[in-house]
Structures are given as structure tokens and as C-alpha cells.
């Protein structure tokens, strides 16, 4: 089976835009490498979240929202290109393997993923890979703008809220 996506020119195998909170503000080259990465891995994965726009920040953080202004989530509109269309869209999920039915199985497909993802960086195609283990799921993202204060690459631990 074969996903078309919204304003989009890429087709998916294993990412439906159903499985997406905000598709339409996902980058159609970082939908095709997460398609090449749950192929490689060879189990599902779950999206638990993706692009957010600023009302999704206030959801999640409440009151300290305004302390991420470089989200790797964040889609910024007022950043467009000289098509007037975003100069971005965004390249940023938080995933987990899907399926795991016991604690040392979900590991193990952990482990595959962050070894297929990191191999994206190894060979180039993720060169500002942001990577975070964090309790119930894993971030990735491969995305840097001028003026942005987070360190890529990087590898980091975190909390899931």
C-alpha cells in the first residue's frame, strides 16, 4: 500500500498521514527517510508526536512554552521563502517501536532504531541529527536555522511528558 501525502510530493509504505498530528507541516524528504528507517528496522513504529505549531506548545508546556522558542517540533509561519511558502517545514518526530510485548523486546527494537538512525547520520543523510533517549520515547530530528541555540549533532537524554 501506497500513503499520498498532503501537499506533499512523496508517497509512503509505512506512515499513513492519519499517524501524524500536523502532516501538512512535515518535510516531504525527512517522511521519505522515516519510511527508509521503519523499513530497515522491520517493525512499526508509532509516532507519538511531530510538528507543532504554537498553540501545541502552550498544550504541552504550559506556562513554559515561551522557553522553547527552537523546538525542533516548532513550525515557525513567519518564515517564508521568496515563493511566499515556508522556507521549512519540519523535520522532528518523537517515535517509539511499536508492538514490543515485553520490556527486554521493546529494548531490543530500541536499540535497532537508534542504530539504523544514527547510520542515517554516519553516511550523511542526517548531518544535524538531534537524538533523544527519553523514557517513553525516542526524538529525532535533522534540523538547524540560522540563530538556533541547540548544538547538531547530538545525542541527549530526556523525560517524556
Same mark, same amino acid.
Not at 45 to 56: E, G, S
Not at 143 to 154: E, L
Given at each position: 500500500?501506497?500513503?499520498?501525502?498532503?501537499?506533499?510530493?512523496?508517497?509512503?509504505?509505512?506512515?499513513?498521514?492519519?499517524?501524524?498530528?500536523?502532516?501538512?507541516?512535515?518535510?516531504?524528504?525527512?517522511?521519505?527517510?522515516?519510511?527508509?528507517?521503519?523499513?530497515?528496522?522491520?517493525?512499526?513504529?508509532?509516532?507519538?508526536?511531530?510538528?507543532?505549531?504554537?498553540?501545541?506548545?502552550?498544550?504541552?508546556?504550559?506556562?513554559?512554552?515561551?522557553?522553547?522558542?527552537?523546538?525542533?517540533?516548532?513550525?515557525?509561519?513567519?518564515?517564508?521563502?521568496?515563493?511566499?511558502?515556508?522556507e521549512y517545514l519540519?523535520?522532528?518526530?518523537?517515535?517509539?517501536?511499536?508492538?514490543?510485548?515485553?520490556?527486554?523486546?521493546?529494548?531490543?527494537?530500541?536499540? *535497532?532504531?537508534?542504530? @539504523?538512525?544514527?547510520? +542515517?547520520?554516519? =553516511? &550523511? /543523510?542526517?548531518?544535524?541529527?538531534?537524538?533523544?533517549?527519553? *523514557?517513553?520515547?525516542? @526524538?529525532?530530528?535533522? +534540523?538547524?536555522? =540560522? &540563530? /538556533?541555540?541547540?548544538?547538531?549533532?547530538?545525542?541527549?537524554?530526556?523525560?517524556?511528558?
Open positions: 500500500m501506497s500513503y499520498r501525502w498532503p501537499n506533499q510530493d512523496v508517497n509512503l509504505r509505512n506512515f499513513s498521514p492519519a499517524e501524524f498530528d500536523r502532516p501538512e507541516l512535515m518535510d516531504g524528504l525527512f517522511l521519505t527517510d522515516l519510511d527508509d528507517l521503519r523499513s530497515l528496522c522491520g517493525f512499526a513504529l508509532r509516532i507519538t508526536d511531530d510538528a507543532r505549531n504554537n498553540v501545541d506548545m502552550a498544550r504541552i508546556y504550559g506556562d513554559e512554552h515561551a522557553k522553547w522558542p527552537d523546538s525542533a517540533h516548532l513550525w515557525h509561519p513567519e518564515r517564508t521563502g521568496p515563493d511566499g511558502l515556508p519540519v523535520r522532528a518526530v518523537d517515535l517509539k517501536p511499536a508492538g514490543a510485548q515485553t520490556f527486554e523486546e521493546r529494548e531490543e527494537k530500541e536499540l *535497532t532504531l537508534v542504530h @539504523h538512525a544514527i547510520g +542515517f547520520h554516519l =553516511d &550523511g /543523510r542526517w548531518k544535524n541529527i538531534g537524538l533523544e533517549l527519553a *523514557t517513553r520515547h525516542i @526524538h529525532l530530528d535533522d +534540523f538547524v536555522w =540560522d &540563530g /538556533r541555540r541547540a548544538r547538531r549533532p547530538t545525542i541527549f537524554p530526556g523525560v517524556s511528558r
